[in-house]
């Protein structure tokens, strides 16, 4: 339960930074960040796995690449589960934004979590 809060908090954060660097991502808020952090943890336990395994041939083709266009695709259905507290103009920018926020996900995991892992 805590690492789930940890990693709703973690998302929630990288939401506020890529809606802080473009223009086309947008929060109305930490409220916002927090819900949407929520709401896209949610879909990638309940939609995300069944969305692998109907793509699995094209993900396969793709050499995995394809998976970032099944995160931009839950970023869309938490933008239109959100209102107008969420906002992406686009699914190209849902596609970079998938990216960013898998990078900066990844540099998270490395620098911080894991080695506060390692130390308990």
Do not use: C
Not at 3 to 21: E, T
Not at 35 to 62: D, E
């Amino acid at each position: 339960m805590m690492r789930w809060l940890v990693s709703i908090l973690v998302n929630a954060v990288i939401l506020i930074v890529v809606s802080g660097y473009f223009d086309s991502f947008y929060l109305s808020g930490i409220g916002a960040a927090l819900g949407a952090s929520f709401i896209l943890s949610v879909l990638n336990v309940l939609v995300k796995p069944f969305l692998i395994l109907l793509t699995l041939p094209v993900t396969v083709v793709t050499l995995g690449l394809f998976l970032f266009v099944i995160n931009a695709v839950t970023l869309m259905i938490t933008e239109g589960l959100m209102g107008d507290a969420f906002n992406i103009d686009g699914f190209s920018t849902a596609i970079l934004a998938a990216v960013v926020i898998s990078l900066l996900h990844l540099m998270i995991q490395k620098a911080i979590i894991e080695p506060l892992q390692k130390n308990k």
